[in-house]
């Protein structure tokens, strides 16, 4: 029988291991609150009665890790990675997005509405295994797997077939790491915009912080310390106090406030002090 397990970091950097449609594994985390869902649904602790309820929820729901997942979406919040991404993508600024999907790996995405389905409501992913009905539903909506057999997570590779491709304006969403930078440094035309898209941040060492914002675009808070200490500290623009998006250039601050606009929200702003009685507490 074909391996089905998918490893996804959620709720407090917690690893979470679902196999054949069934949470096998709750890690542990000293991660206890999440301002994001403190502020949506007024939790207070993160444990794992409560995540491994949630996780339950984004499996019956939009079949999160198995073959009923549910690839497109509208928008799940105000304003988000995937949010961002969508209305870019539909206002023609980007062409194509190197994604991370359970059951398919890094791949590119040109629909909108598989921009938000695929990152909606996922968080990190970590590792997974080919899942063929749900590379079926994307590939039948105009999207390409970097590596269907083995399901590869490895944004470097997605951003190289990206521009075999041709595509001009490619949006690349990535957790924390290295490659961050990799892809940076990574020649390309001059008629060539990558922009980079940092998620999943909690728990991030302090020293790798200023590495993201010097090559990102955008980057986000999530519960993270360290990011949040360094946005007081050199003071980029952002929008959003509970959870913020932080602006790591001046593409990212445009793509934000396109995003901003179109929903009639006020622009990002580089106003501080943030207000510290909304920031989020207990941060990672």
């Known amino acids: 029988m074909v391996e089905d397990r998918h490893v996804i970091e959620t709720l407090g950097k917690v690893e979470v291991v679902i196999e054949n449609g069934e949470i ?12 994001m869902f403190h502020a949506m649904h ?14 339950n929820f ?25 949010e961002i991404l969508k209305t870019n993508m539909e206002k023609g600024n980007i062409d ?39 590379i079926k539903k994307l590939e039948e909506r105009d999207s390409v797997i970097l590596d269907p057999k083995t399901a590869e997570l490895n944004q470097l590779e997605g951003l190289k077939l990206a521009l075999d491709k041709g595509y001009k304006n490619i949006a690349i969403t990535i957790l924390p790491s290295p490659m961050v930078k990799d892809i940076r440094d990574y020649p390309v035309d001059d008629d060539v915009n990558i922009y980079i898209f940092v998620a999943h941040t909690t728990g991030i060492e302090p020293d790798k912080v200023g590495m993201l914002f010097d090559n990102a675009d955008i980057v986000t808070a999530c519960a993270s310390k360290a990011i949040s200490e360094y946005a007081d500290k050199y003071e980029p623009y952002y929008y959003g106090v509970k959870v913020p998006i932080f602006c790591a250039s001046e593409d990212g601050r445009r793509l934000l406030d396109i995003r901003l606009e179109k929903i009639g929200k006020p622009l990002s702003t580089n106003v501080y002090p943030r207000n510290k009685d909304d920031a989020p507490h207990k941060l990672l």
């Not at 096998?24 to 301002?35: D, N």
């Not at 984004?58 to 995937?82: K, N, W, Y």
């Not at 359970?102 to 295994?129: E, H």
Request: aromatic fraction near 4%; proline fraction near 6%; glycine fraction near 12%.
């Open 42 to 55: 007024g939790v207070d602790e993160l444990n794992e009665e409560f995540i491994r309820k949630n996780i």
């Open 58 to 82: 984004r499996i019956e729901d939009f079949g999160m890790c198995t073959p009923d997942r549910v690839v497109e979406m509208d928008d799940a919040v105000t304003v988000g990675i995937s």
């Open 96 to 134: 194509c997005v190197v994604g991370a999907c359970d059951g398919a790996g890094t791949l590119l995405m040109t629909n909108p509405r598989v921009v938000q389905g695929v990152g909606g409501r996922v968080s990190g992913l970590i590792s997974t295994t080919p899942i063929p009905e749900v």
């Open 24 to 35: 096998t594994s709750v890690g542990s985390s000293e991660m206890t609150y999440c301002p």
